[in-house]
């Protein structure tokens, strides 16, 4: 019980990170490895406004949400236009979005220093004890918010303009052109929405785990893990993967190893798309003839 | 014109002696000292592009197979003082058996999808490596690593490990060469372009995408082999995901669809993170930012941009005569 | 067309053979100065030990070169980054001995990096201090161009089950340890003492860097009933496992050694930490002389609090300072010998002396623990016994 | 050679996707060098049933049988070392490669070149290459593109790569052909084209089964037509009968025209 309900805090941010790598790879086909260094910039824009300018946590959280993905939509304008005027190969998108987290993570290097940095849980991390069972308020916070912010997804992607779009050109690309949806204006906006979820994942994290410079490459790739078991592509089904990523792991270090335990989760990854290419959470068609 | 052909042989010849009497011009050790890594490196490029540019199985988990082929070997000449030329057959060949293991969960896997698997298989190996400490000392590594002998002459400096290096990367590309060009390497492409196509025509895809999994594997293992008496010592360090996307963007970078790519990729890659020292702090954004200008201003690399140059060449009457080559039909 | 190859290849091959037979290596002429080349991370997971490191010498350097502390010769330093990754700190190396023509080598601070640095230098005859890496394996080669000025982990791991036993009244313990070169050296120092002292070692877990996440092991250890935890690691994950531990109700005694002593650790560990047992070689607080020297002029320099890897690379320039001193000569040979005999210097963390296997045993090792804001000293310990 | 009239005999196939009945118990038989067309409006399962031919869907039931032996299901690269070729309703080429190396893809089970030949350049790899060549140059002159061999195939227009797959499948030097919907998306002028192609095809000795579309087309070139309309097979024989019958003329003819 306890060893489940620790992996659902992790399991919240890593669902919001899987659920911007989806987002993205569903929106605008491309596999951004970037993702992960979004989360690190999130946390120290979140940790500069709250520990330098004393601003509190929810302006910080907001603020911070709209300066990555800011920083988002400039990736998308630098980056990925150009990659898709010349119609580039997916590998190259891969590398330029990996070019794309080296630049980031040495920029924030030299920026904030190579040290950790304390940011404050806003709601102290005091453990609450349920007889055997202990939760920090902080935990609650990140289960909460996390789960909020998910929800705001759902709401943007369902009753807003540009929501609709970004689904529509998921649906079928070209189809939407000839709708007459603007792919490059959909394609900022899944670049700026993914990333301002990283950040909130930063955000929501930071108090937990500090903030250091390379703090990306480890959630990224945990979240991008947890998108690809539930689905890549599948909102549920990135939610779902991150909770299961999340409780797998607790549950794999604490009982069987804790020096294989990332070991068992990538084994049992490749086992799961082995057996069900598509993910554990979702059933996708077949491909076309 | 038969001057031409000739100054195409001709241009090969320079070009060999060049290669052969390299080490005698440089006299600054650290230079061949990165000239040796990147033909190290090379290895598991053309492997890679065997893989990745040919048939369209991106591996982002090659360091997995370099630490096996590092590992082996190296175990085998520390614990059984068996001859490096006897170790590094067994370490391609168990290479190659988890090439071939990675392969059978890959044929059903494309994209994202299969990036994530050659991840994880990078990944659980490196775990493996590091938590397995009664074979491979875990985290400190395999130290004292011997050196290998050639006709009873010990290899140890850095010319003799250029030779070493050197011979093994001309046959490694030779090899590589032939099966691009030839039946393997356009069913390769042909699976890359469109699978079900290449069905169709009667091509096993899945045996070939096992066959390009263990061939990548074995060009690892090999650099694997090469890389641990070159180092003279192994630790899970080597052998991260960093390594893996270095090795990916060196191939891209070079141009994944050729062998020539390969070549130019990795020493192209190689000397510039070393170069880039100069730059101190900065030197991984512009690193960052040199890999973002290649593929987008030169999507199938530096080597695509041959015919180009080529055509240029051509204008030149006197560089043509230098330079030119016949396009071959492929 | 391959016959025409074969005579004209052979005929290159021969005169490859001949000429490289005859080049022989030139030697280094610059007079009097004595460059020291210094290998460590300054990007990647452990920055902030190779940019601590970075900092200090250049520190000690500037201090020697303006006081003439090393005789007639000047002191000229090259710092070259290598990640953290064995193979780039292999090639850093390379660059120091080849291109900077330096004639010794500081560095590096990850021991899979030092170990790699090793085969270069071992192979060119350059000697090479380390004052980061505690790896054991790194002077058990008998490697005799190796010198460490990083305190020794088995006598840290010693010093701590011995205090938990002995003051502490501690008969369980568990181990939670990196699962890299330093942590499982550590773990497997910490497990030999327990034995030795009949302490009993109930769980050892480990954890991969980079994890965050350290509840599930804590829990095993929860579970084992351990008395203590020992921690080997780095401060982030330290004060991660602290917090952690508090959160999960794990109220045992924690210790922790060197490689966590920062001052971060008590700003990101909080008051989870507060009570911690650590060995460290150097207190920036402490009242002796010399560290508050150093500490005073660190401050001043880089307005920050050195780590104790700074003050290990600082007095490790002050050893090679001493020995060019007494060499009179850059010859790695010399400068290797009379590194042997390094003996009567009094610095900040300790009155260096080198073992036959290269190791410092003249280092202090403190017992600290933390009350507040700072370090406290418990007891010193002289290695050298 | 062969001792049989019954090239490609489909027995007692079923398929069934969830609630629908995509093929209930469908058999027909085509003779040899014959061209043999498969109509029926949409979801008369076509598709279906052609799936099941070319190896990518597993039936619930049923046989299939070439040339009197067995042919394995959900093994499509079996087809063509049997004597089966196909192309596809939306042209399936390798698009960045050249016409040429396309149609050579083609010769793959005919060029059984040993590893060890190519990697020393030995004499059986010249040979096989030579001959695979040959083969594949052969094919692009019926079809008529030889001017184009070098050229990029996604370079090309929609007809000329429709006649690059046909070279390809050619080239695989079959027994039988099976065509998903060739002429979609073709202009009249095409179509005459490929019209010209499938009957000089037959004389050459090849048997062809097609599905198609356009009935215009099924009616001139096919010597036998058979219909599906649910699953179920309501009529076979020749186009006259095909014409006149009154079930294919109330389920498919009646409707659309």
């Known amino acids: 019980m306890q060893y489940f309900l620790n992996g659902l805090p992790i399991g919240a941010i890593y669902a919001v990170v899987a659920l911007s790598y989806s987002l993205i790879y569903t929106s605008s086909g491309v596999l951004n490895w970037s993702q992960g260094d979004m989360v690190m910039l999130g946390a120290y824009i979140g940790f500069t406004l709250t520990q330098v300018f004393h601003w509190s946590f929810t302006p910080a959280l907001l603020a911070s949400m709209v300066v990555v993905g800011l920083v988002g939509v400039i990736v998308q304008r630098l980056i990925l236009k150009p990659l898709r005027e010349r119609k580039a190969p997916p590998i190259n998108v891969v590398i330029a979005t990996l070019g794309v987290a080296i630049i980031t993570r040495n920029i924030a290097l030299a920026i904030w220093g190579p040290d950790a940095q304390v940011f404050p849980s806003p709601v102290g991390d005091k453990p609450l004890q349920l007889s055997m069972i202990s939760v920090t308020h902080q935990d609650i916070l990140v289960v909460c918010v996390g789960i909020l912010v998910m929800a705001i997804l759902q709401y943007f992607l369902k009753y807003t303009k540009e929501g609709k779009a970004l689904r529509a050109v998921a649906q079928d690309r070209r189809a939407a052109v000839l709708m007459g949806v603007d792919t490059q204006k959909s394609d900022a906006v899944a670049f700026a929405a993914s990333a301002a979820?990283?950040?909130?994942?930063?955000?929501?994290?930071?108090?937990?785990?500090?903030?250091?410079?390379?703090?990306?490459?480890?959630?990224?790739l945990k979240g991008f893990v947890a998108a690809v078991i539930g689905g890549l592509g599948s909102i549920p089904g990135s939610i779902a993967g991150g909770f299961f990523l999340g409780t797998l792991e607790s549950l794999a270090g604490g009982q069987i190893s804790s020096g294989y335990r990332d070991a068992i989760t990538f084994a049992l990854l490749i086992l799961v798309l082995w057996l069900k290419p598509s993910g554990l959470f979702i059933t996708k068609s077949r491909q076309k003839v | 014109m038969d001057i031409y052909r000739l100054a195409g042989r001709k241009f090969n010849i320079i070009l060999l002696a060049i290669v052969l009497l390299l080490p005698l011009f440089i006299s600054n050790l650290y230079y061949l000292h990165i000239i040796n890594l990147a033909g190290i490196y090379t290895l598991i490029t053309l492997g890679l592009n065997l893989l990745s540019g040919y048939t369209g199985q991106v591996s982002m988990g090659q360091a997995a197979y370099f630490a096996i082929g590092t590992y082996v070997s190296a175990l085998l000449m520390i614990h059984f003082q068996i001859s490096f030329w006897l170790a590094v057959p067994a370490a391609i060949l168990a290479a190659g058996v988890f090439g071939a293991l990675i392969g059978i969960p890959a044929m059903k896997l494309s994209g994202p999808y299969l990036v994530l698997a050659t991840v994880g298989f990078g990944e659980i190996t490196r775990l493996v490596i590091l938590n397995w400490t009664a074979v491979t000392k875990g985290a400190a590594g395999l130290t004292a690593i011997p050196l290998p002998t050639f006709l009873s002459i010990k290899i140890t400096s850095e010319q003799d490990f250029y030779y070493l290096i050197i011979a093994i990367v001309f046959v490694g590309t030779y090899i590589a060469y032939r099966l691009a060009h030839s039946k393997i390497g356009r069913t390769f492409s042909a699976i890359r372009e469109d699978e079900l196509a290449a069905e169709a025509m009667g091509v096993p895809v899945n045996m070939y995408k096992i066959a390009a999994f263990v061939i990548s594997a074995m060009y690892a293992g090999m650099a694997g082999s090469l890389f641990g008496v070159f180092a003279g010592v192994a630790s899970p360090d080597n052998f991260t995901f960093d390594d893996s996307v270095a090795f990916l963007c060196m191939s891209v970078v070079g141009g994944n669809r050729s062998i020539a790519g390969a070549i130019i990729?990795?020493?192209?890659?190689?000397?510039?993170?070393?170069?880039?020292?100069?730059?101190?702090?900065?030197?991984?954004?512009?690193?960052?930012?040199?890999l973002i200008f290649t593929v987008i201003y030169m999507p199938q690399?530096?080597?695509?941009?041959?015919?180009?140059?080529?055509?240029?060449?051509?204008?030149?009457?006197?560089?043509?005569?230098?330079?030119?080559?016949?396009?071959?039909?492929e | 067309?391959?016959?025409?190859?074969?005579?004209?290849?052979?005929?290159?091959?021969?005169?490859?053979?001949?000429?490289?037979?005859?080049?022989?290596?030139?030697?280094?002429?610059?007079?009097?100065?004595?460059?020291?080349?210094?290998?460590?991370?300054?990007?990647?997971?452990?920055?902030?030990?190779?940019?601590?490191?970075?900092?200090?010498?250049?520190?000690?350097?500037?201090?020697?070169?303006?006081?003439?502390?090393?005789g007639e010769y000047k002191l000229e330093v090259f710092f070259e980054d290598d990640e953290g990754n064995p193979t780039k700190s292999a090639s850093a190396t390379n660059k120091l001995i080849q291109q900077s023509k330096v004639n010794i080598i500081i560095g590096a601070i990850h021991s899979s990096a030092t170990l790699a640095d090793m085969v270069v230098t071992g192979r060119a005859g350059i000697p090479q201090i380390t004052a980061g890496s505690t790896g054991s394996s790194i002077t058990e080669q008998g490697n005799k161009w190796l010198f460490r000025t990083a305190v020794n982990d088995e006598f840290q791991a010693n010093a701590l089950i011995k205090y938990a036993k002995e003051v502490k009244g501690i008969a369980k313990i568990a181990t939670f340890t990196a699962a890299d070169d330093y942590g499982q050296s550590g773990a497997k120092l910490l497990a030999a003492a327990a034995k030795k002292?009949?302490?009993?070692?109930?769980?050892?877990?480990?954890?991969?860097?980079?994890?965050?996440?350290?509840?599930?092991?804590?829990?095993?250890?929860?579970?084992?009933?351990?008395?203590?935890?020992?921690?080997?690691?780095?401060?982030?994950?330290?004060?991660?496992?602290?917090?952690?531990?508090?959160?999960?109700?794990?109220?045992?005694?924690?210790?922790?050694?060197?490689?966590?002593?920062?001052?971060?650790?008590?700003?990101?560990?909080?008051?989870?930490?507060?009570?911690?047992?650590?060995?460290?070689?150097?207190l920036p607080d402490s009242k002796d002389a010399k560290v508050k020297e150093f500490v005073t002029k660190y401050k001043a320099k880089y307005q920050e609090n050195p780590i104790p890897h700074a003050a290990q690379a600082y007095d490790t320039v002050y050893i090679?300072?001493?020995?060019?001193?007494?060499?009179?000569?850059?010859?790695?040979?010399?400068?290797?010998?009379?590194?042997?005999?390094?003996?009567?210097?009094?610095?900040?963390?300790?009155?260096?002396?080198?073992?036959?296997?290269?190791?410092?045993?003249?280092?202090?090792?403190?017992?600290?623990?933390?009350?507040?804001?700072?370090?406290?000293?418990?007891?010193?310990?002289?290695?050298?016994? | 050679m062969e001792s049989t009239e019954e090239i490609l005999q489909i027995k007692?196939?079923?398929?069934?996707?969830?609630?629908?009945?995509?093929?209930?118990?469908?058999?027909?038989?085509?003779?040899?060098?014959?061209?043999?067309?498969?109509?029926?409006?949409?979801?008369?399962?076509?598709?279906?049933?052609?799936?099941?031919?070319?190896?990518?869907?597993?039936?619930?039931?049923?046989?299939?049988?070439?040339?009197?032996?067995?042919?394995?299901?959900?093994?499509?690269?079996?087809?063509v070392p049997a004597g089966i070729a196909r192309t596809f309703q939306n042209i399936r080429l390798f698009e960045s490669m050249t016409v040429l190396d396309n149609v050579l893809i083609g010769q793959h089970v005919h060029t059984p070149t040993p590893v060890i030949s190519i990697l020393l350049q030995g004499k059986k790899a010249s040979h096989w290459e030579r001959v695979a060549y040959d083969e594949a140059m052969q094919s692009l002159e019926f079809v008529g593109l030889t001017p184009k061999s070098g050229e990029i195939v996604k370079n090309l227009s929609y007809g000329q790569r429709r006649l690059v797959e046909f070279a390809r499948a050619l080239a695989?030097?079959?027994?039988?052909?099976?065509?998903?919907?060739?002429?979609?998306?073709?202009?009249?002028?095409?179509?005459?084209?490929?019209?010209?192609?499938?009957?000089?095809?037959?004389?050459?000795?090849?048997?062809?089964?097609?599905?198609?579309?356009?009935?215009?087309?099924?009616?001139?070139?096919?010597?036998?037509?058979?219909v599906l309309d649910h699953g179920n097979n309501i009529a076979e024989g020749q186009p006259e009968y095909i014409r006149k019958h009154p079930e294919v003329i109330s389920a498919y003819l009646g409707k659309g025209e």
């Not at chain 3, 025409?4 to 002429?29: E, F, H, R």
């Not at chain 3, 954890?207 to 080997?232: H, R, S, V």
């Not at chain 4, 009945?21 to 409006?41: C, E, F, M, R, W």
């Not at chain 4, 027994?175 to 073709?186: K, N, Q, T, V």
Request: with cysteine; charged share 20%.
């Open chain 3, 197 to 282: 002292q009949g302490v009993e070692l109930v769980a050892n877990p480990t954890y991969n860097n980079g994890d965050k996440d350290f509840k599930p092991q804590l829990l095993t250890i929860k579970e084992q009933g351990a008395q203590a935890i020992f921690m080997w690691g780095l401060y982030t994950d330290a004060a991660l496992i602290a917090k952690q531990s508090r959160q999960l109700g794990v109220n045992v005694q924690l210790f922790g050694a060197s490689g966590m002593a920062a001052l971060k650790l008590i700003e990101l560990g909080g008051d989870a930490v507060q009570g911690l047992i650590l060995t460290q070689t150097f």
């Open chain 1, 197 to 220: 979820l990283g950040a909130s994942a930063g955000i929501l994290v930071a108090p937990i785990f500090f903030v250091t410079f390379n703090m990306g490459a480890g959630i990224g």
């Open chain 3, 1 to 70: 067309m391959l016959k025409k190859y074969a005579k004209l290849i052979g005929i290159i091959i021969m005169l490859v053979m001949m000429v490289v037979s005859v080049a022989g290596c030139g030697g280094n002429t610059a007079a009097k100065t004595i460059k020291i080349g210094v290998v460590g991370p300054e990007s990647g997971g452990a920055a902030q030990l190779g940019q601590g490191q970075r900092k200090a010498i250049q520190l000690a350097v500037d201090e020697i070169n303006a006081k003439k502390g090393a």
């Open chain 2, 265 to 290: 990729g990795t020493f192209l890659l190689t000397v510039l993170s070393e170069a880039l020292r100069t730059f101190q702090a900065y030197r991984l954004v512009i690193y960052g930012g040199i």
């Open chain 3, 320 to 385: 090679i300072a001493a020995a060019v001193k007494k060499a009179n000569s850059t010859k790695p040979e010399d400068l290797r010998t009379a590194l042997t005999k390094t003996a009567g210097l009094k610095l900040v963390t300790g009155e260096p002396k080198f073992s036959n296997r290269g190791d410092d045993i003249g280092k202090y090792l403190l017992i600290t623990t933390i009350k507040g804001p700072n370090f406290e000293l418990i007891k010193t310990v002289n290695t050298a016994n």
């Open chain 4, 172 to 226: 695989a030097k079959p027994r039988l052909i099976l065509l998903d919907e060739p002429a979609a998306g073709m202009n009249p002028t095409e179509k005459a084209h490929l019209l010209k192609i499938v009957l000089q095809l037959r004389e050459k000795g090849y048997t062809i089964v097609l599905i198609e579309h356009d009935m215009k087309l099924v009616m001139q070139i096919c010597q036998t037509i058979t």
């Open chain 4, 12 to 79: 007692h196939i079923s398929k069934r996707f969830g609630g629908l009945q995509a093929l209930d118990n469908i058999s027909l038989t085509v003779k040899t060098n014959t061209v043999h067309g498969i109509i029926g409006p949409n979801g008369a399962g076509k598709t279906t049933l052609f799936n099941v031919i070319t190896g990518m869907i597993q039936p619930d039931d049923g046989k299939l049988l070439f040339l009197q032996r067995e042919l394995p299901f959900l093994q499509p690269h079996k087809l």
């Open chain 2, 301 to 329: 690399g530096i080597y695509g941009m041959a015919p180009i140059f080529n055509k240029w060449i051509e204008r030149q009457p006197f560089a043509k005569l230098l330079f030119w080559q016949k396009p071959s039909r």
